[in-house]
């Protein structure tokens, strides 16, 4: 929405402002479901079961024709080719793509125009701005033509979980659709063209979760899509309190954070049905999401993941390495060898499903939502300390610098004080006792500007030079 769009749709009355928010959703409905969509979706339910060597070959004439693209069109690449004294010959497998450079978010972020396409006029283009876990956006542009393909795979993952295309759904989202001046419910919105109620992310509380339960419930969406936090605060309500949720949609989709295990289970027990948790990135350059046998593959359609160590290395099936993807869908904006922030670690045995996609065993989350331990280690998916734990709606653990750690913590109902010092005698024992580990006692843990939920948080760079620790300088001073 424009600035003057916004300011008329917060003075609305809440009916207007439903019929607002289905008025760009239709709009939004004809950009993802538009044109090549329906093809592509047939397509790729189509391509999904091919053997191991037939993707290997769609995937390399996909990346021979995004060379060629980028070659002729794109500055950055034009000059990374020059540079390197290469040709798109010289690139004719993924194996080959070695030889090109690495592109991280800070080479975006700083020239973003040098990755367009010269191909393309910008205002042929839809545009975003991220919503910048650093603190700073990225800006992206889009093919429309990418976008539906970009929402087929999305189509075909649904379908994996059961979903149909057009069904009912509900959606906590990190948008800020809900006035700041409207002091009380409802905390949702309905887009009544897309059958889809939005629910705000930022207004769950124990005050306002039974209002949600009870809109989930009279609404019955077929499947949920959301944060794992939103749905994770509900869950633990529920089985605080005893007050089940009568809701039981086919599935439930998750993304944007990492899900853990205890979240998983809570969720799924709350809402009686499966969870199916998708991994993917606004930059359109790698999409994975769990099939009916709970695998996380990656679609090998959709574009090329290299798991690489801290030298640039490929790193063997079963070990962690950093997600370096190269997208195939968006010619506006082509990202070639582009560094997600992210680890993960690839499966090393087939999927009982029938589809051949690689598999993410684990995804471990943002690199800078690890902790650096003293003696260099990084340690990540830190749920399995919170297991048995009583009464704690929320921890969020927060690297301070490289020997101290401070852990946020909200009470539940049940807290007991034993269980928190449970929490940080595992967390200790994972992270050494060369680290100090510091407990802190809150009402509410904040979320980023787009509603997302960080159980980690590092400000150790991955070079380990750490931020100042004011609280700790005070100390040795």
């Not at 019955?220 to 809701?247: K, M, V």
């Not at 950093?322 to 993960?344: C, H």
Request: hydrophobic content about 35%.
């Amino acid at each position: 929405m424009n600035a003057l769009v916004e300011r008329i749709y917060n003075a609305s009355p809440i009916v207007v402002q439903n019929v607002l928010l289905s008025v760009y959703g239709g709009y939004l409905r004809a950009v993802r479901y538009g044109g090549v969509h329906q093809a592509t979706l047939q397509e790729l339910l189509r391509t999904q079961y091919e053997t191991p060597q037939e993707l290997k070959a769609l995937q390399q004439k996909r990346l021979i024709r995004l060379i060629r693209h980028a070659y002729t069109t794109v500055p950055f690449y034009q000059e990374a080719f020059k540079k390197r004294s290469l040709t798109p010959d010289d690139i004719r497998s993924p194996e080959d793509l070695v030889k090109l450079p690495m592109v991280t978010k800070a080479d975006l972020r700083a020239d973003p125009e040098r990755f367009l396409s010269s191909s393309f006029s910008k205002k042929a283009l839809e545009s975003i701005k991220t919503s910048g876990t650093t603190g700073t956006p990225l800006h992206l542009w889009f093919t429309r033509k990418s976008i539906q393909q970009n929402y087929a795979f999305f189509a075909r993952a649904l379908s994996w979980a059961g979903v149909a295309p057009g069904q009912r759904s509900a959606t906590f989202a990190g948008r800020m659709f809900i006035p700041e001046s409207q002091g009380k419910g409802p905390y949702w919105r309905y887009n009544f063209i897309s059958r889809n109620v939005l629910l705000s992310s930022y207004h769950l509380s124990p005050k306002t979760i039974p209002l949600y339960v009870k809109q989930l419930e009279q609404y019955a969406p077929a499947f949920i899509d959301s944060y794992p936090s939103a749905l994770y605060s509900i869950a633990q309500y529920a089985r605080e309190t005893g007050q089940p949720c009568a809701a039981r949609p086919t599935a439930i989709i998750t993304s944007s954070e990492t899900l853990l295990d205890s979240q998983r289970e809570a969720i799924e027990e709350t809402f009686g049905c499966r969870i199916f948790d998708q991994y993917g990135s606004a930059e359109m350059v790698v999409f994975a999401s769990q099939c009916e046998r709970g695998s996380l593959h990656v679609h090998s359609e959709y574009g090329h993941v290299e798991l690489l160590d801290q030298g640039g290395r490929a790193v063997e099936p079963g070990e962690p390495g950093e997600v370096v993807s190269t997208g195939f869908l968006n010619e506006a904006m082509p990202l070639i060898r582009y560094q997600m922030g992210d680890s993960a670690v690839l499966g090393t045995e087939p999927c009982l499903c029938g589809r051949h996609f690689p598999v993410f065993k684990t995804v471990l989350g943002r690199l800078d939502d690890t902790i650096v331990t003293v003696d260099g280690r990084r340690i990540g998916r830190l749920d399995p300390i919170f297991k048995g734990a009583r009464g704690i709606k929320e921890t969020q653990i927060i690297q301070v610098s490289p020997e101290r750690v401070v852990v946020k913590m909200v009470k539940g109902e049940q807290f007991v004080p034993a269980a928190a010092q449970a929490v940080v005698q595992e967390l200790q024992r994972r992270i050494g006792d060369e680290m100090q580990i510091d407990l802190e006692f809150v009402d509410y843990i904040e979320r980023s500007s787009s509603g997302k939920f960080r159980t980690v948080v590092s400000h150790v760079s991955q070079g380990r030079t750490a931020q100042r620790d004011p609280v700790q300088d005070s100390i040795k001073k």
